[in-house]
Structures are given as structure tokens and as C-alpha cells.
């Protein structure tokens, strides 16, 4: 029932800076009630919790991103976002959006971030 859209992804050599976003459509008024998060899933590895945003506003990093990235919601849009900076090799990843607590929502087909020079 819920899509989640993400984008933002690309290439980008070491030390640059991306802009994720996650549009999640079919919730009625519901969105900004959940705990949202960007996963990451590197090849040969287990998905990996990123960060992780309140509906208040409270937020939590993986230690790896900290200081790097922020992560950031829009509600009236229904929109996720992930500023991403001083990108390394490491996190080379299809990076996901989905609620936090509770039965997933349906994956979405994720954006590629690939950090490489």
C-alpha cells in the first residue's frame, strides 16, 4: 500500500556530497506519526541502519556517518531526505528509506550511491 520512492544517488568521487530523498505515497495522514530511517545495503553485506529520524524530530546516527551526514524530513511533502558529505569510499551502497518500528513497508527500489575516484 505504501510506495517509497528513493533518488539521489550517483557517482561521486571521495570527499562529495549527495542529497537523498525518499518520497513515501499512500499514507493518509500518517507519515509524520512514524519514525523514519535510511538503511544501506553494501554488496556481500547485511543491511545496515544509517540514520534514523523521530516524528518529533529526534535523531540518531550509525557512529560510520556521524558528522557526515543529516538526515531530515519534510512532512508536508511526505519526504525523507539524507544530506550526505565527505563521502567515502565505504559508503558505497543502495540506500533505502522505511519505517523504523513495526511491520516494513514494502522496500522501494532504493538509489545507488557509489563513491569512487
Known amino acids: 500500500q505504501v510506495q517509497l520512492v528513493e533518488s539521489g544517488g550517483g557517482l561521486v568521487q571521495p570527499g562529495g556530497s549527495l542529497r537523498l530523498s525518499c518520497r513515501a505515497s499512500?499514507?493518509?495522514?500518517?507519515?509524520?506519526?512514524?519514525?523514519m530511517v535510511w538503511y544501506r545495503q553494501a554488496p556481500g553485506k547485511q543491511r545496515e541502519l544509517v540514520a534514523t529520524?523521530?516524528?518529533?524530530?529526534?535523531?540518531d546516527y550509525a557512529d560510520s556517518v556521524k558528522g557526515r551526514f543529516a538526515i531530515s524530513r519534510d512532512h508536508t511533502k511526505n519526504t525523507l531526505f539524507l544530506q550526505m558529505n565527505s563521502l567515502e569510499p565505504e559508503d558505497t551502497a543502495i540506500y533505502y528509506c522505511?519505517?523504523?518500528?513495526?511491520?516494513?513497508?514494502?522496500w522501494g527500489q532504493g538509489t545507488q550511491v557509489t563513491v569512487s575516484s
Open positions: 529520524i523521530s516524528s518529533g524530530g529526534a535523531i
Open positions: 499512500g499514507i493518509v495522514n500518517s507519515f509524520s506519526m512514524y519514525t
Open positions: 522505511n519505517k523504523r518500528y513495526g511491520t516494513l513497508w514494502n
